[in-house]
């Protein structure tokens, strides 16, 4: 089994020089000694017609076969029948026996047509022609040796050309398979540095064919594997980090509360803090948690009919008393009756993140407004509030996860969008934000619902 690109490269490229060479080898040389001949014969049957012409008197036959013959540089024998099968050759009291024996004089004299053709004797080849005449045959023949050995020349310096074309061959498979293989290795090697890990080296390779193409799809992958590691390790510090500062704040409440000296008022406070950092945990938590089936594609969505009416409004319901407490007017905006394909419960978690954002980082006494609608086969929620708007460098970033602007709340995550634009994406949905001064408003699209036919709606009704 032969092994290594290289070796298989190189011999690739030998098989198809070689095969091009026996081509061209079985095409020329049979073309070239086939036209060689006939150019021959098409020459003898020229001067066998002058010959002919000239032959006037057979008791002169001899005679001007000898002198013909030095000037058509060719041997000229003229037969005479004498007789239905003796024939004779120059004058009528010599009998010859070569008119019998010659196949091609016999031929013309007994069809009264023009013959040519190459024949062999004694292992030598000739070119005759044979021109009948009445009462004569006119044989011209000569030796194919010069035009043969122009083939044969031709021959060996095809033969030579093809040991140099593959000796050629060789060397530049052997080069070119040579830098490919090496180009595969660079290839390999940045493979299993990948895989190992490291993607601090880029993968570079200048070329524009295929291999060029794999190294650059190679370098997308690192690119995309090296942005998912660094991300990972700012996920774990940022949880890391985000897990300590409660654990730490709950670790100091509850030394000063082995405190004796504590009022009970003093006392209350520090349990009701200990509560809410317990719920920042348990919030956290969750919203881990749904991160990690988010990422490993195991988040259950359900696919049902939600009333996006019904959704606002137990938003508001929910954020009411929250609202108040921050000095926000929170109301609900209705146009229509939009009603989307998605998870109601997932739906719910989107607008709950997307109001908390809103109430949590605008000014006391900014109207925050949920609005649902419904258009062009679409339905969505949008929350809008008229604050301050958010900064254009932190805009791009607000949906990443742990992104926290300036003037976060600490007790945010900075997780609450990111799951809330993940959840929509399952859904089939997007999250988008728009801000500018003076308003914000965070909008999360969903596909619309079909309207229910009449049957089906008064089955909903009555369920």
Do not use: C
Not at 102 to 122: D, F
């Amino acid at each position: 089994m032969i092994r290594g690109i290289r070796l298989r490269l190189m011999l690739a490229l030998l098989v198809v020089a070689a095969g091009a060479l026996g081509v061209a080898y079985v095409v020329v040389v049979p073309t070239l000694e086939e036209r060689l001949v006939e150019a021959k014969l098409d020459q003898l049957q020229r001067d066998a017609r002058l010959v002919a012409a000239n032959l006037k008197d057979f008791s002169r036959a001899q005679t001007l076969a000898e002198e013909a013959s030095g000037g058509v540089l060719a041997r000229i024998v003229i037969y005479r029948v004498v007789a239905s099968t003796p024939l004779v050759m120059g004058d009528s009291n010599f009998e010859s026996r070569d008119m019998e024996r010659n196949v091609l004089a016999r031929r013309a004299a007994r069809t009264g047509e023009l013959q040519r053709a190459s024949v062999t004797r004694n292992g030598r080849q000739f070119a005759e022609v044979a021109i009948p005449l009445e009462g004569a045959v006119v044989l011209l023949s000569d030796s194919l040796a010069d035009p043969l050995s122009s083939v044969e020349f031709v021959q060996r310096r095809l033969l030579l050309a093809g040991l140099i074309a593959l000796g050629v061959a060789l060397a530049l498979g052997y080069g070119a398979a040579s830098l490919h293989a090496r180009r595969i290795r660079r290839l390999e090697r940045a493979a299993d540095r990948i895989a190992g890990g490291r993607f601090d080296e880029p993968v570079v390779d200048g070329g524009n064919d295929e291999l060029g193409q794999l190294a650059t799809a190679f370098e997308r992958m690192r690119s995309r594997l090296e942005n998912l590691d660094r991300a990972r390790s700012e996920f774990i510090a940022n949880a890391s980090h985000e897990l300590r500062t409660p654990l730490f704040s709950l670790g100091g409440f509850l030394e000063l509360l082995e405190d004796e000296e504590l009022d009970e008022a003093t006392r209350q406070d520090f349990v009701t803090t200990m509560r809410e950092q317990v719920e920042r945990l348990g919030k956290l938590a969750t919203d881990l948690l749904d991160l990690s089936r988010l990422d490993a594609g195991r988040m259950h969505i359900e696919t049902e009919r939600v009333e996006l009416r019904s959704v606002a409004q137990v938003l508001v319901e929910e954020f009411r008393a929250v609202a108040e407490q921050l000095a926000h007017e929170l109301e609900v905006q209705v146009d229509g009756e939009p009603v989307a394909l998605a998870d109601e419960l997932r739906v719910l978690q989107v607008g709950r993140a997307l109001v908390d954002n809103a109430l949590v980082h605008t000014p006391a006494g900014t109207r925050i407004t949920v609005r649902v609608w419904a258009e062009d086969g679409l339905a969505g929620l949008s929350v809008a509030d008229d604050g301050p708007g958010v900064p254009s460098q932190h805009a791009e970033h607000v949906f990443e996860r742990f992104y926290r602007g300036e003037g976060d709340r600490a007790s945010g995550s900075g997780l609450g969008l990111a799951i809330a634009r993940e959840l929509a994406a399952a859904m089939s949905g997007s999250v988008a934000l728009r801000s500018q001064s003076g308003q914000t408003v965070t909008t999360v699209t969903l596909t619309a619902a079909p309207a229910l036919s009449r049957e089906n709606e008064a089955a909903a009704v009555s369920t």
